[in-house]
């Protein structure tokens, strides 16, 4: 399963980490992707990372705002944004992507992270 | 990027219809389309895989079909349950983007 960090309520200009912690499986064999979803909006993909090497794909909207990284030690992927805005406040999920028994699907969702920017 | 386009958006119907929705892609995508279900406040949960296959444990009442640009995703008769929001996604290059959703409401 993954494990998200709670409710995340920052200030426009503050920094953000958002924690993903998975278990019950290798961590370090299979992609992490992280999907943003605005309040009553669709889901949007803003990239994977794989464990094993810290390799990363970001969505090119996303690309150079956040930042995604692992800490193989402890099982966590983490989420990172600087210089937040308030069109960031959305719900944050973290995925698990398999190729190998769901061809790059994301079989297990955490639970999701809800942002909140207001001043 | 490929981009994903599902049709309807919004789809009013009973329990007991069968209902069709529909994702195209912007290229050719090979099989590599899932299909999402979300409920509102969840998390979305993977129903199908490489366009036709069943996650475990998903009832058999949902089908894919499809490849290279168009796809479709059945529900054979509805269930209370399947009242949602449906996703489209392709895997096949990234970004892995995905369709803008179809909100399945009761008639």
Redesign the interface.
């Known amino acids: 399963q993954l494990v998200q960090s709670g409710v995340q309520v920052k200030k426009p200009g503050e920094s953000l980490k958002i924690s993903c912690e998975a278990s019950g499986y290798r961590f370090t064999n299979y992609w992490i992707g992280w999907v943003r979803q605005m309040p009553g909006k669709g889901l949007e993909w803003i990239g994977i990372i794989y464990p094993g090497d810290s390799d990363t794909r970001y969505s090119p909207p996303f690309q150079g705002q956040v930042t995604l990284s692992v800490d193989k030690s402890i099982s966590t992927a983490y989420l990172q944004c600087s210089s937040l805005k308030a069109s960031d406040t959305a719900m944050y999920y973290c995925a698990r992507q398999a190729y190998d028994t769901s061809r790059d699907a994301f079989d297990i969702w955490g639970q999701g992270t809800m942002l909140i920017v207001s001043s | 990027?490929i981009q994903m386009t599902q049709s309807p958006s919004s789809l009013s119907a009973s329990v007991g219809d069968r209902v069709t929705i529909t994702c195209r892609a912007s290229q050719s995508i090979g099989?590599?389309l899932?299909w999402?279900q979300?409920k509102a406040g969840k998390?979305?949960?993977?129903l199908i895989?490489?366009a036709s296959?069943l996650?475990g444990g998903v009832p058999s009442r949902f089908s894919g079909s499809g490849s290279g640009t168009d796809f479709t995703l059945t529900i054979s008769s509805l269930q209370p349950e399947d009242f949602a929001t449906y996703?489209c996604?392709q895997?096949s290059s990234?970004?892995?983007?995905?369709?803008?959703?179809t909100n399945l409401e009761i008639k």
């Open positions: 990027d099989s590599f899932n999402y979300q998390a979305p949960k993977l895989y490489g296959n996650k996703y996604q895997s990234t970004p892995h983007t995905f369709g803008q959703g």
